[in-house]
């Protein structure tokens, strides 16, 4: 349910608005500690370009996947008394401008 919405975002957000066909997608899970982290980073065109594209084109539409996704968090994190931590960063190291990163670390038993 955390990771679904991470990949979706990369998909519609980075990916689909490139002109060349050289998208992609990692996804990253390690173990570190008490700790899973999740990794997803894409190449696209980047946070502050998808949000420029989409106030030029479709004013409609509001994205609340990062919304739901920080909600979700939070409930979980008080229910179960969990520290969830999740973050999104532009830019990737090969190319700051482009590509977007989204970090989730999950504490394990």
Known sequence: MLIQPLLENAIIHGI???KNNNGCIKLEIVKIKEYLKIRV???GIGIHAS?????KSDKLHKSYANQIMRERIAI????KNKDIKFSIEQGIPEDPDRGTIALLEIPIL
């Open 41 to 43: 980073e894409d190449n």
């Open 16 to 18: 689909s608005p490139l």
């Open 51 to 55: 949000k420029n594209a989409k106030n």
């Open 76 to 79: 979980f994190n008080y229910l």
